[in-house]
């Protein structure tokens, strides 16, 4: 799962890049050898100082992206539940109810996967699907009385894993990074990069 999931995020940081290179009318690496990160800040001699800290942006980005998905796993772990798990009880705990093809969707994963994660979480107790009554194809996905307890347990996890993470920045910083988040995810989709590009 891991394995999957950092492949779908390299994916997408190289779409960006190549964006990045186009809207500065920068050449196209050669096919032939690969770009590392040194490759990407300091191989392009003829770039501005502005594109070269974008580029460094973008890679920081996503090294903590990826360092916040391992901490997280680690701090969730005594609940005995994964990522994916607790991704999917998360969301249905904003929107109970959900169709199972959107619950993928939201979460940026396979549908293959959601339906073999659902089955294991039903098994559990923790959820349950049922027919939607306008359309006997649609399943909606429900949570079950149980799953409520975890969700809790999540929640507090997730605030202190917060308060941990963020504990550097001021009140005025969250907030302001927060915006700043808000504005880059606003960019990103204009680019394309929206969930679900890596269902096929």
Request: charge should be positive; charged fraction near 25%.
């Amino acid at each position: 799962m891991a394995r999957i999931i950092k492949t779908q995020n390299t994916a997408r940081m190289t779409r960006v890049i190549a964006a990045m290179r186009s809207m500065h009318g920068l050449p196209e690496p050669s096919p032939t050898r690969s770009l590392s990160k040194a490759d990407a800040v300091d191989g392009l001699e003829d770039a501005s100082d502005a594109y070269r800290e974008s580029i460094r942006l973008c890679f920081l980005i996503y090294d903590v992206a990826r360092l916040h998905r391992s901490a997280y796993d680690d701090f969730m772990r005594p609940l005995g539940i994964n990522r994916l798990q607790w991704s999917i009880l998360a969301e249905l705990s904003r929107h109970d109810g959900m169709v199972q093809a959107k619950l993928a969707v939201m979460l940026d994963i396979k549908k293959t996967q959601v339906g073999v994660m659902l089955n294991k979480l039903e098994s559990e107790g923790w959820v349950e699907r049922r027919d939607d009554p306008l359309d006997k194809r649609v399943k909606r996905v429900y949570l079950v009385r149980p799953a409520h307890h975890i969700i809790h347990q999540m929640s507090v996890l997730a605030g202190q894993f917060g308060n941990r993470i963020l504990g550097s920045l001021s009140a005025g910083q969250r907030k302001e990074l927060g915006s700043m988040l808000a504005m880059v995810k606003h960019d990103m989709v204009a680019l394309g990069v929206s969930p679900g590009d890596d269902d096929d």
